[in-house]
């Protein structure tokens, strides 16, 4: 059963389909609330919305799907469904994200960085247990801007008539 009910659809400030847009709002509100951009790395988004009076955001996939952390070396999996609510440097009452700690897999229910930053983010458990990694473990590199060079001729053109404008006078 889906934790997402249409009256919550129905009250959500911000509700997008599709993977594309759905990945550009996630790593967008992390990064709005001061968390790592690449924590929610899941996969054919196919939903996803933010309910800004409480805080709560929900991202639908087609399926789950596990990723590898390779800078801490931990697996992760995301279920179909992940919940939470959100606050400045704060994921609280998440669901549906796992993470494996020797043979079990755990989940996780909270997410919080420092403040004042100290580098560090920690993954709460309901039970209690925690771990602390380092922030930049989580954060995903920026893609350089695309700059789309304009054809050589047209380039050639825009040389010659800046050169016929210029006049050289000698004092």
């Known amino acids: 059963m889906s934790a997402i009910t249409d009256e919550i659809r129905a009250s959500a400030s911000e509700m997008y389909h ?14 709005e609330m001061g968390l790592p951009n690449g924590l929610l790395p899941l996969k054919d988004i196919e939903e996803c919305g933010y309910v800004k009076e409480t805080g709560f955001v929900w991202l639908k996939q087609k399926k789950k799907c ?12 995301y279920a ?4 939470a609510y ?5 994921i609280k009452k998440l669901t549906g994200v796992k993470t494996k ?15 004042p930053p100290t580098g560090k983010i920690t993954f709460k458990t ?3 247990l925690f771990r602390t990694f380092p922030v930049e473990a989580f954060q995903l590199e920026e893609e350089p801007a695309k700059v789309e060079a304009a054809p050589p001729a047209a380039v050639k053109e825009e040389v010659k008539v800046g050169a016929a404008a210029v006049e ?3 004092v």
């Open 126 to 128: 309901p039970t209690g």
């Open 101 to 115: 700690e020797l043979l079990l897999w755990v989940t996780l229910s909270d997410i919080s960085v420092d403040d």
């Open 80 to 83: 179909t469904e992940v919940t």
């Open 66 to 77: 596990d990723h590898r952390f390779v800078k801490i070396n931990r697996p992760v999996q």
């Open 168 to 170: 050289v006078k000698e």
């Open 86 to 90: 959100v606050e400045p440097n704060r």
């Open 18 to 31: 599709g993977d594309e847009i759905c990945q550009e709002k996630s790593k967008w509100l992390l990064t």
